[in-house]
């Protein structure tokens, strides 16, 4: 959202209050076709808001995401960048890497565990293009992140070490357990 905003704020009159919205809500599914009229009900819509944000604006656009029955939380768009590269951006590069090393004559024995892991991979090249190079910086950061509890797990695997990898897989189950996705 930083890019974005820099650009409103570059590109339009100052008579235009932009309000940047990032709904947490899609598909892998791209068209009209696939149009989902329950697609933000219950979903959480994140609104960027900086120091110079028309109040007003923001208040309208506020109550619209939650006509659309989306829960609206007003956040900076730095914050923003930084949330979404760990929660939607970095799931669906590792998604994309997932699909692309498994061997294609081994994907004919997939099932539903690959099936959901790999669901988002289906998602539009092209726009998926533009998020990771718009987020960047806070997407590598994500990836380093993830890089390392890899190379965890790897080191556990290498080493037999049974009571670390139990561990990690404990830690990662307690925590998906507690979590309402």
Do not use: Y
């Amino acid at each position: 959202k930083q890019e974005i905003v820099a650009m409103a704020r570059r590109v339009l009159p100052p008579a235009v209050h932009f309000v940047g919205t990032h709904p947490m809500a899609g598909s892998e599914k791209a068209g009209a076709r696939f149009a989902d009229p329950e697609l933000f009900a219950r979903t959480l819509c994140f609104i960027a808001k900086t120091a110079s944000t028309d109040a007003a604006a923001l208040k309208r656009v506020k109550k619209l995401w939650e006509t659309f029955g989306a829960k609206a939380v007003v956040i900076a768009p730095a914050e923003h960048d930084r949330i979404v590269a760990e929660v939607s951006h970095l799931p669906h590069l590792v998604s994309v890497a997932l699909m692309d090393s498994v061997r294609g004559d081994f994907l004919r024995f997939g099932a539903s565990g690959l099936r959901d892991m790999t669901r988002i991979a289906a998602g539009e090249p092209a726009m998926w293009l533009d998020i990771s190079l718009s987020n960047k910086a806070a997407l590598l950061k994500a990836l380093e992140g993830f890089e390392k509890r890899v190379s965890r797990i790897k080191r556990c695997l290498r080493q037999d070490n049974a009571v670390e990898l139990m561990r990690i897989l404990e830690k990662a189950k307690q925590k998906r357990d507690t979590t309402r996705l």
